[in-house]
């Protein structure tokens, strides 16, 4: 932690709430360098067509959109989200002001959205500081790391270092990196 210094966490601002979606599963089990390429290839496609993002993701485009290098299941994913935001179901507004496990309840009920998703999104684009993912592989990983020569179990740490475990999150993705 010494050596990362001060981490905050940096909402977007005026962000679209079917960005931070797509983007959420763009990076789904993908390292941040592939996600990255992915991400860049989808919205450099969507600024060629002169399309919002939201639009970009139709059946017509399909195609273009494999080429960008997404799964069948992530656009099918992403196609879902876009169908909740058009509904009504999902907006920025809704997910800011929606208690944390009602929240999640309500990201976990989209097809292709689990636990690691819902808590990306609200650490990178709700700015929640109290969300660990017990999901995320380097963070299992850097957490047994900084306990294995202590006393301390891990969970008893993220217990320890609540409501602030997204920093403790960002500290071990920092140093992973």
Request: proline letters at 2%; charged letters at 25%.
């Amino acid at each position: 932690m010494s050596q990362n210094g001060l981490i905050s966490i940096d909402v977007p601002k005026n962000l679209d709430v079917f960005d931070c979606f797509a983007q959420t599963v763009v990076e789904q089990q993908l390292s941040y360098k592939a996600a990255k390429s992915i991400w860049r290839k989808v919205t450099g496609s969507a600024e060629d067509m002169n399309l919002e993002l939201i639009d970009y993701f139709d059946e017509k485009n399909f195609s273009l959109i494999k080429d960008n290098g997404l799964s069948q299941n992530k656009i099918r994913s992403i196609m879902g989200a876009k169908e909740a935001i058009r509904n009504g179901s999902i907006s920025m507004k809704i997910i800011q002001e929606m208690p944390y496990r009602e929240y999640k309840d309500l990201v976990k009920s989209l097809w292709g959205f689990g636990d690691w998703s819902a808590e990306m999104i609200a650490i990178f684009y709700l700015g929640r500081t109290n969300v660990w993912s017990d999901g995320d592989l380097m963070l299992r990983k850097g957490i047994e790391e900084i306990c294995e020569d202590t006393s301390i179990t891990p969970h008893d740490l993220v217990e320890l270092v609540d409501p602030f475990q997204s920093y403790l999150a960002l500290h071990i993705w920092r140093h992973k990196d």
